[in-house]
């Protein structure tokens, strides 16, 4: 005998077989201008969740992973511009910097808190500067506070900005303050395979790749044009 409970149960696992036939057959019905088109809507939608998770959380320094030529380069009689770069990216972690985005209208500008009260930052200033440039002290030469800050700021900032900006376009050297702003980049004339390709580069005139990794990190890329593609990597402030 057939129950009103097993009728209900047959009606259920047909109507899920109908809605899923349905759901294929539309699919099977697109043409491949229409699958691409809604493919390209779909991946769109994920990478605009990731820019808007990127702009919406503060980012912690985390480490400065230096590609294999940069770090070669420091290691070289004549490598004085790649030795700094990774000293600051070093001493950096010192700092206790917090990246975060303000939204400006369509746009989000950048900020670097530094963690720190005065007198830590006057100990951390001085750290780096007997590090890298140990006979300044002798010689009565003290780095400008704000235009090192600044330098440090860049080290977290300067990977999320356009490729075109200047130094004095990222920060501002006598405040040491961020002063760019970025925004998500125009995928919406790339083909769905360029889309693909380019699904990483999300802001605006940079080139290069963020990734939001499962663990909570952020991995940014930083292309240098000599030493090739070092890896900034943030962690979110919880």
Sequence with gaps: MITMKKMNVFFVLMLGAVVSFSSCSSDDDLTPEEQEAKDKKELLAEITVNYNMVIAKQWAYKAFEPSADLLAASKTEDGADALTTIAK???????????????EGDSAKAKVDVNLSDEEIDVQLKAFQDDLYPDFAEWGFIL?????????????????????????????????????KIGMRDFTELNYDDLVLNQKKLVGGNVDKIYLNADGTLTVEVTDEKYGVSKLILEEVK
Excluded: Q
């Design 89 to 103: 990216a070093e001493h950096a972690k010192n700092f206790n910097l917090v990246l975060s985005f303000g939204m």
């Design 144 to 180: 400008g506070k704000e235009s090192t800050l600044a330098s440090f700021r860049r080290v977290i900032a300067a990977p999320f900005a356009a490729d075109d900006l200047k130094i004095d376009d990222i920060t501002n050297e006598e405040t040491g303050l961020c002063i760019f």
